[in-house]
């Protein structure tokens, strides 16, 4: 089966993620696919593989190497996300692409004028959706990468690796089922997530991220004899958010700026909360933003000569960069394959988490690669069946740098 087949037979499958559930996985059909990429890997050799409780699918590449070296993995995760409809995916090969408007299906265009980077992917195969459905390249691209990586190992012996750990996992888009992984099943050095964007475009870095609970504490007390004595909570959240910086706002700020987002703000005369997330990819902006709230809160309390403000600070995750440090090769390794493919990479420091964050923190530093998907989580994604072939090989070459490392 070549690269093409195997992304269009994983398309079939329904496996849309569900944000307000909490079992995982969100979706049970996330299992059908799960199963069936289970079967795939044991075909091709792969005789550990199965699927777990939580929908984690788990397989080895045993070493065909005689000296010591690193275990590595490489992950891509099975949902979709249901900002779209994932069901009923009618993917379609266009071969040769000519650089213009595409027509997905009747009055539905993807143009040029609205997505600029099709003109680069003039006289590549790509495969677009017929307009009403995500494709689900983000991430069954990266899934039919590792796999067509793990089916040259297994007609070729001559590639040589160290231990090699793939996992598909359930649940990304919603954030949670990464939670779920079990180590015992997956604990190599390092790993690669394999998932979504361009393949020049890859992701060691992340903001580091705290939430902001405050409570406001006010005096309620009949408006027409007010005068002196209310405190209106409201009127306090709105001076607290007032006395932040403007331009710390998200709608102000963009690439490596870190922001304050106000979520929520409810409350009446009497008590008031509200809800901020705090980011900042550099560490010390990061901590200078929390101190901003803990300033405001000691200000507030001392103008009314009490606790009017209680301010809880919780820190819910860190820039993923820091795991690399002393082990630069990991972020090497994958720059010289990307390069020896002809690419030139950009690091793209992300403006969320990713699951390479959250697992970079569990002990095994995961940075991101491209799959050749674009345009992701909408009618008009699609993927260049060309990228996807040269991130096999970049795969391939992660693999065997691996086990020159000591
Ligand atoms: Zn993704």
Known sequence: MNI?????????????????????????????LANHLC????????KDAHVDEQCFVYGTLESNVAHEC???????????????????VKARVIENYDGKDIELSEGIYTTVADYPDL????????????????LGGDDKA?????????????EDPSIRHGKVLVC??????????IHHIDLNEFKPDYAYTVDGGSPETIA???????????????????PGSAKGKMINACQLAIDFHNMLPVFD?????????????????????????????????DAGLFEKQKKDFEMIRDTMNARYGKEVVELHLNDTYRNMAECFRGREYIIDNMLNALKEAGYEPKSEAIRGGTDGSQLSFMGIPTPNLGTGDFYCHGNHELVCIDYMQSMVDVVMKIAQASCEVK
Do not use: W
């Not at 690193?70 to 009923?88: E, K, R």
């Not at 990266?142 to 297994?154: E, L, P, S």
């Not at 598909?168 to 089922?177: A, H, I, K, L």
């Not at 703000?265 to 909360?273: F, K, L, M, N, Y």
């Open 4 to 32: 093409l087949e195997r992304f269009i037979s994983y398309t079939r499958f329904a496996t849309t993620s569900s944000d307000d559930c909490d079992v995982c996985p969100s979706n049970p059909d996330e299992f059908l």
């Open 39 to 46: 079967q795939e890997l044991k075909q091709l050799g792969v």
């Open 70 to 88: 690193p275990t590595i993995g490489f992950l891509a995760h099975m949902d979709t996300s249901n900002a779209t409809s994932g069901t009923g």
């Open 119 to 134: 003109a680069d992917l003039k006289g590549k195969t790509i495969v677009v959706t017929d307009g009403t459905t995500l």
């Open 142 to 154: 990266g899934i039919a990468i590792i796999m067509d990586f793990v089916q040259r190992c297994h």
């Open 168 to 177: 598909f996992t359930p649940d990304e888009e919603t954030g949670s089922g």
């Open 204 to 222: 060691y870095e992340c903001f580091n991220g705290a939430s902001a609970e405050i409570r406001f504490h006010g005096n309620s007390i009949h």
């Open 249 to 281: 706002r998200p709608e102000n700020t963009e690439g490596r700026e870190g922001f304050n987002h106000l979520l929520n703000v409810q409350g009446d005369c009497q008590s008031a909360e509200s809800v901020y997330i705090i980011r900042n990819h």
